[in-house]
């Protein structure tokens, strides 16, 4: 080839593909020395909704997760009402979730009544020791309730 002549159209060179069973090589960056910062700005976002809680709580209000994220938003932190939820529960600020009282009719509330009116509710454990060691003198618990249901025809 010499300068006078044509370049001659070369072909873009061929891409290697990767061999399918070989792991592509990550290249690792170097570890070099952290860099010291403050000791505010270190400070995760859980530590600034408890801190937020506790600026709140001091000032006799309870801590709504909707009140911490709009101060921590004008921080210019952004963090999750559920986030803050979760944080505040961990941390005891949230109660625990209080039971709903079932509504009963009046028929439950009768019978309930009459269960713990009745003789179940003054059984005691030296009562059942007492019926244990019986049901064992009569041969089990079977022929001891018969001989009851039969004394308790006899009273009645």
């Known amino acids: 080839m010499t300068a006078d002549s044509p370049a001659q159209p070369t072909k873009p060179a061929a891409k290697k593909k990767p061999h399918p069973t070989k792991k592509p090589v990550v290249k690792k960056k170097p570890v070099g020395k952290a860099t010291k910062k403050p000791a505010e700005a270190i400070t995760s976002k859980a530590d600034l909704i408890r801190k937020v809680a506790g600026i709140i709580k001091a000032k006799g209000e309870n801590p709504r997760p909707s009140e911490i994220v709009k101060i921590l938003a004008d921080e210019g932190v952004a963090v999750a009402a559920a986030q803050v939820s979760m944080t505040l529960k961990a941390a005891g600020y949230r109660p625990l979730r209080k039971r709903r009282k079932n509504k009963k009719t009046a028929e439950g509330a009768a019978t309930k009544k009459a ?3 009745g003789r179940a509710s003054q059984i005691s454990i030296d009562d059942l020791l007492a019926a244990k060691s019986v049901s064992g003198a009569f041969g089990g618990t079977d022929k001891a309730i018969a ?6 025809q006899f009273e009645g």
Do not use: E, I, M
Not at 147 to 152: F, I, R, T, Y
């Open 115 to 117: 269960v713990v009116g």
């Open 147 to 152: 001989a009851l249901q039969a004394l308790k």
